[in-house]
């Protein structure tokens, strides 16, 4: 083969194959970091998720809160009005102690509206922050199995390469070895009729055109004896 030892011809040919399991294993440790990766951004995005919304139900609670002592307020509001009234001996079922109590009693309606709408604001925002980092924790496992994904056909693609690398060089240097021996002369030499170094020769006479082994050796006595 060329003058290259066995030795030569089997570590030239295991070479790519080395090279190529050393990809496949670097392919398969860069797609389990990725996963990993994205689990840990994906455990992240659920916490950050449940403290969201955990803040969301407080401000909940805290708007409820809110809205009962401003109600609250407007009642003791409601109250003293109706006792400076009722000691200064005004009916409060009309004229100025009625419209005072009605606009007391209006303006604390829109103060709780206001503070609804406050807080539900605040709500609202904090339960779409939830769902953001809900997004971003399935996006993130998504895109880390697509990287993981890549990394081992970069692997699997490298080891079928240097397997396919090894198997034509190991058909090359054997190509070149057939024809080495072809150019030896182990077929052997047609002009003489000695075919493959058998003895194989060509008739003549009557028997010309057939091809007749020819006696070698000891089995020289069993020649055929055509034309006679």
Known sequence: MGGMSLIGLALSAAAPIVSGVMQRNAAKTAAAQARETAAAQARIA??????ALGEAEATSKAGAEEEQK????????????????GASGLSLASGSPFHVGLSTLEE????????????????FSLVNQAQQYGTQGRYALIEGDAKARAYEAQGRGALTGGLLQSA???ASKWGDRLGA????????DSNSGDFYGYGYGSMTGANAGRTLLKPQGWYKDFRPKWGR
């Open 46 to 51: 659920e916490q950050n998720r449940g403290l």
């Open 70 to 85: 401003l109600r609250d307020r407007v009642r003791a509001i409601l109250a003293s009005q109706n006792a400076q009234y």
């Open 108 to 123: 604390g309606e829109a103060d709780v509206g206001a503070l609804r709408e406050n807080y539900a604001r605040k709500k």
């Open 168 to 170: 034509g060089f190991v």
């Open 181 to 188: 021996g072809r150019g030896g002369g182990i077929i052997g």
